[in-house]
């Protein structure tokens, strides 16, 4: 019988971690090139189950010349857990800001941006601007990659970057950015925000040749509030289910115990 307090506890534990991830969704709602993670919980393998008839005192597991009392009872899977959280694919809308520094991208893909340990992060957030140091890079101060490394613009008068990715400076075309797609971008994890950092699961990134942009756009969050709200209300309510569960386990083998203790 106890088998219900393992099945109602980790099944309160993947509630609890769903409502985790609704929350951290509807957090970054607003959040430029922010996409959102859904949770996946399965249940453990099946496993056989059996009775064996030992004598009293023998070990478990009982001796080969004893399996032949075994007695299948069937077949059961223990308790529901968290799988794992997969980014959602799905493009988020296009906001017109008229920036020459913004850019969304059109289709899959990541931009390429380094911190200042050289450790390399991908973001589908195109709000790019000029550094004192005279460099493209994020709000966050993260160099901006191009072909050539990081994307120099120096002291010029007129920055844009057109829908092909090439960043022109005065007139000139200084580098083009870069932008990479995965062999299984779900798996991508999240680094804070907007920030995504390859696995192993994701594949290594691979550049994209023909780039399409749109300049003067950036694309949103592609995180639906109604949706996110309705995951938290059936989770939250599969978690007073559980709950209920558990405490009814409780009782039972209290019952059990006042009952049968006392011989």
Do not use: C
């Amino acid at each position: 019988m106890f088998r219900g307090f393992y099945a109602g506890t980790s099944a309160m534990l993947v509630q609890e971690k769903m409502l985790d991830v609704a929350a951290n969704n509807l957090a970054n709602v607003d959040t430029a090139g922010f996409r959102g993670r859904i949770a996946v919980n399965k249940a453990f393998p099946e496993l056989l189950m059996e009775k064996v008839d030992g004598n009293p005192g023998e070990v478990y597991p009982p001796k080969p010349e004893l399996w032949k009392r075994r007695e299948l009872i069937g077949d059961m899977a223990f308790a529901n857990v968290l799988s794992e959280t997969a980014l959602d694919l799905r493009g988020g809308p296009l906001r017109h800001t008229g920036n020459t520094l913004d850019v969304a991208i059109s289709g899959e893909g990541y931009f390429v941006v380094e911190d200042a340990a050289g450790n390399a992060f991908y973001t589908r957030a195109g709000h790019f601007v000029r550094s004192g140091e005279g460099q493209l890079v994020t709000h966050e101060g993260m160099a901006v990659m191009g072909q050539g490394g990081a994307i120099e613009l120096g002291e010029a008068s007129r920055i844009s970057i057109d829908d092909g990715g090439q960043v022109i400076v005065d007139g000139e075309v200084v580098d083009l950015l870069r932008v990479v797609t995965f062999p299984l971008p779900t798996y991508l994890r999240h680094e804070g925000r907007s920030l995504l950092s390859e696995t192993g699961d994701s594949g290594a990134a691979e550049d994209v040749e023909n780039i399409r942009l749109a300049s003067g756009f950036l694309e949103m969050s592609n995180v639906n509030i109604v949706s996110e709200m309705v995951r938290m209300i059936q989770a939250n309510r599969a978690y007073e289910s559980a709950s209920k569960t558990v405490t009814i386990q409780d009782e039972s083998a209290g019952k059990l115990i006042q009952t049968y203790g006392k011989s």
